[in-house]
């Protein structure tokens, strides 16, 4: 059974963060994974995406987007490392175009930041959420009004992290139009732990996209199946007579 995001939240309008360590970090070295249709595959970080039919994908690194294009030599540029970029169908050029990514965080370069594991521990969320909202508050996926902070457990303990929030760009989707118009967005930056790192799935998009993209995207584990609702349980192993 699917369990979903557990209702309490936390929502803060400030983006003063605890002190961050140092942004050396080995990320860059990390498998880049391949892709196959609408899913990218990951054997070092033990997971699989999948991604909306017709969206596209970006896995060439050399034509990523900077995760931070203000600060290039922040932490949130140095620390992690894009997997695949993915961008919704019909795009127009000069308009805006929903986009979402899957990046896998260095935990090294955030002393202190400890996974929540229990809903209890309210400071421990807050602390980990500042963490990772001071470094990341200049990227696409994070509102500048603040983020409310949603917490989901598995089963098996494995714990889902989700902060979402909205913007409105000055900006129109679809065909050219004589001047542009306000667009509501959504902003949503979502994580686990997998092998040693932290996986985060992140997306701007207006509400078709970003219906679809919780809908759609699904993040495989071992141990179970992530979605913006939170988990599903792991569909079981192959067996070597079932091939």
């Known amino acids: 059974m699917r369990s979903l995001l557990i209702a309490a939240t936390l929502t803060f309008f400030t983006l003063e963060c605890f002190g961050q360590g140092s942004s050396k970090s080995n990320i860059s070295q990390l498998s880049n994974g391949t ?12 997971l699989s995406y999948e991604f909306p039919k017709g969206w596209t994908p970006i896995v060439d690194s050399k034509h990523f987007p900077p995760v931070d294009s203000r600060k290039p030599d922040g932490i949130a540029n140095q620390c992690s490392k894009v997997l695949v970029w993915i961008q919704a169908p019909g795009k127009v050029e000069g308009r805006f ?12 370069c955030f002393p202190g930041a400890v996974f929540p594991k229990s809903l209890s521990d309210k400071g421990k969320i807050n602390k980990f959420a500042d963490k990772i909202i001071k470094p990341y508050a200049n990227t696409p996926f994070f509102s500048p009004y603040g983020a409310t902070v949603s917490i989901a457990f598995s089963p098996k303990g494995r714990a889902m992290m989700r902060l979402t929030g909205g913007v409105i760009l000055n ?3 679809g065909r050219p139009a004589p001047a542009k118009e306000p667009l509501n967005a959504n902003t949503s930056f979502a994580l686990t732990e997998s092998n040693g790192y932290w996986i985060a799935w992140a997306y701007l998009a207006d509400e078709p996209s970003a219906n679809e993209l919780r809908n759609d995207v699904k993040i495989s584990f071992e141990d179970a199946v992530v979605t913006d609702e939170g988990f599903q349980p792991a569909p079981p192993p192959v067996s070597a007579a079932g091939k």
């Open 35 to 46: 892709l196959s249709g609408n899913v990218y595959t990951n054997d070092a970080l033990g």
């Open 97 to 108: 175009s929903s986009i979402a990514t899957l990046l896998a965080i260095d935990p090294g």
């Open 171 to 173: 900006a129109i989707e």
